[in-house]
């Protein structure tokens, strides 16, 4: 009987890690929101890091997060640096592009507690009423994330905290 259910146990453990390379190759995770601001507003809260403290879903997370600033103050080559607790890990940013009240895009190197290569896009558009912004993170699945998204997805991860953010957005713009 006991080797009848290690065998079971072993044919299910085999199944997982076959059905985690059924899994696509990328990710994509994405947010969005209206807020009753002028585009103008709303991207010069996004495109430059020193104002992300207002309104990151991450930057309340660890008080003793240590922060880097290098680069230009705002736009493409700005970079920020971060290591902290577990909750926010260590990672590096840098806008790699931004168009004026339009878009920023990001590439984002967590180091810890995951290493990945990701890009954040931030999309803005004109509404009667202010803006709609749209953000997005996507990056490639290797297996080891593969494998995770067989019990738990990107977007249930993160999407929470992106809703966060985009509300802290929405307020710290709407002033």
Request: cysteine-free; overall charge neutral.
């Amino acid at each position: 009987m006991f080797k009848k259910i290690l065998l079971g146990i072993l044919v299910l453990v085999v199944a997982v890690f076959a059905f985690a390379t059924t899994k696509p190759d990328s990710f994509s995770v994405e947010r969005k929101t209206s807020i009753n601001a002028p585009p103008e507003k709303v991207f010069a809260n996004i495109n430059d890091f020193h104002a992300w403290d207002a309104w990151s879903p991450w930057a309340k997370l660890d008080p003793a997060m240590k922060t880097t600033f290098s680069g230009p103050p705002s736009g493409p080559g700005s970079a920020y640096e971060w290591s902290g607790n577990s909750d926010v890990g260590s990672g590096r940013m840098e806008i790699m592009s931004s168009t004026p009240s339009t878009n920023v895009t990001i590439k984002l190197d967590f180091n810890e507690p995951i290493p990945s290569q990701n890009t954040t896009v931030f999309n803005l558009a004109p509404t009667g009423s202010g803006t709609d912004v749209t953000w997005t993170m996507s990056g490639p699945s290797p297996y080891l994330s593969k494998l995770m998204s067989v019990f738990m997805s990107m977007d249930k991860m993160i999407g929470g905290d992106f809703e966060k953010g985009l509300a802290q957005l929405k307020a710290v713009s709407e002033k």
